[in-house]
């Protein structure tokens, strides 16, 4: 015997409460981009922590060396 709570309430889906066992294809794709975003934040972290960790130390007025060869013309 059914009694009047057993009814749901009116206006109420009880299929459209539970959460479906697949998510949409669009939900998959924001999930998947979300997980690259924060893989090329820990990648660029670890590069920069690399880069900090390993980097010799500047000194006010030493020069920059950058692949410059030693028997190059000095134009200054």
């Known amino acids: 015997m ?3 709570t057993d009814v749901p309430a009116k206006g109420f889906d009880t299929a ?3 959460p479906s066992r697949r ?3 669009m939900k ?3 999930v998947w981009a979300f997980y690259g975003v924060g893989a090329i934040a820990v990648g ?3 590069l ?3 880069a900090v960790f390993t980097g010799r130390d500047l000194q006010p007025g030493d020069p920059i060396h950058i692949f410059r060869k ?3 013309p000095s134009y200054s």
């Open 2 to 4: 059914r009694r009047e």
């Open 16 to 18: 459209a409460a539970r």
């Open 23 to 25: 998510a949409g294809p």
């Open 28 to 30: 998959r794709v924001a």
């Open 44 to 46: 660029y972290l670890a």
């Open 48 to 50: 920069y922590a690399y």
């Open 70 to 72: 030693p028997d190059a």
